[in-house]
């Protein structure tokens, strides 16, 4: 078994890196990823672990990105290429998602709550800052019962203090992080709003645009999902990556490894991505 997907303290997961790590390691997973959003600051510490553990903990990044007007998440893997260039684009990424706090921050001021800049500063530490953070205040300070309540109420599109954030364009997404030696894969293309034609059009485009892979084991799938997204890999040649999107307590009820509990990502899918890494690091030299 395998994920793919594992958020933690580095950006919007309530479980340090390592604490996940080693749980993933205990579970006896075969290989893990650590997926952090706009962040790859853990990356030599997850390769140092990795070595010291003799196991296969894959850094990564989940990057915010755009494309047809819809939020895509974009799983960049490996990461074994230059780095410069993505760091100057996440440093612009990070300086962005502050100044959106500070917007709802302020919204939310004027609703009545009092949640301030400070207080996320010191939830957040070093981390990349997103909603989940000021969910999880608004929490701790009774304003609401639930992260999701959190959401819903106020931090999700339509609600009252929501304000989109900065993203990349999806093409320069796959581009960048392809330069940086990753292989690629659009996280849960499920939950966007386009139906079957539509979502075969945009993976066909993806593809094009250099994509290697896409998340088709995804805790939220329905059965129907998965098989489609199976099919749609095999008929535009696209590899597949799987993973429970981890949070910790910012997602109680998904587990790592299992999500919700019937998660099951094949080790099968783990030996196509090694190979594209292989291949894409030729195509780099
Ligand atoms: P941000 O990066 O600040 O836009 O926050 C996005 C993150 O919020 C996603 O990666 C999810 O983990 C989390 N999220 C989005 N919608 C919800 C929701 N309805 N309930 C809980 N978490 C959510
Ligand atoms: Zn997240
Ligand atoms: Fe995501």
């Known amino acids: 078994m395998l994920d793919l997907q594992l958020h933690t303290t580095d950006s919007d997961g ?3 890196w390592d604490k996940v790590l080693e749980h993933c390691r205990q579970m ?6 650590i997926t952090d959003h706009d962040t790859i600051a853990r990356r030599t510490d997850i390769l140092d672990w990795a070595r010291r553990k003799n196991a296969m903990a894959i850094p990564g990044i989940e990057l915010s990105t755009r494309e047809n007007d819809q939020s895509v998440h974009l799983l960049g893997y490996f990461l074994d290429g230059p780095l410069e260039k993505l760091e100057k684009r996440l440093t612009f990424l990070c300086d962005e998602r502050n100044v959106r706090n500070k917007k709802i921050i302020e919204k939310l001021h004027a609703i009545g709550f009092n949640v301030t800049e400070e207080e996320l500063k010191i939830a957040a530490g070093r981390a990349t800052v997103g909603r989940p953070h000021i969910a999880r205040l608004l929490l701790e300070k009774g304003h609401v019962k639930s992260i999701s309540e959190a959401f819903e109420r106020f931090l999700t599109p339509g609600g009252a203090a929501y304000f989109s954030k900065e993203e990349l364009p999806l093409k ?12 690629t894969s659009v996280a849960h293309p499920g939950l966007l709003k386009r139906n079957p034609d539509e979502l075969e059009a945009s993976m066909r485009t993806w593809r094009d645009w250099g994509l290697d892979a896409i998340e088709a084991v995804y805790p939220s799938y329905s059965e129907e999902q998965s098989s489609f997204f199976f099919r749609m890999a095999g008929k535009l040649g696209l590899l597949m990556t799987g993973g429970s999107d981890f949070h910790g307590e910012n997602k109680p009820h998904i587990k790592i490894g299992t999500g919700t509990g019937g998660l099951h990502v094949s080790d099968a899918l783990l030996e196509p991505l090694l190979e594209r890494r292989k291949q894409n690091e030729h195509s780099r030299a």
């Open 14 to 16: 309530t479980w340090p």
């Open 28 to 33: 006896g997973l075969k290989a893990f990823a």
């Open 172 to 183: 320069e997404g796959i581009e960048l992080l392809q330069e940086a030696g990753a292989v």
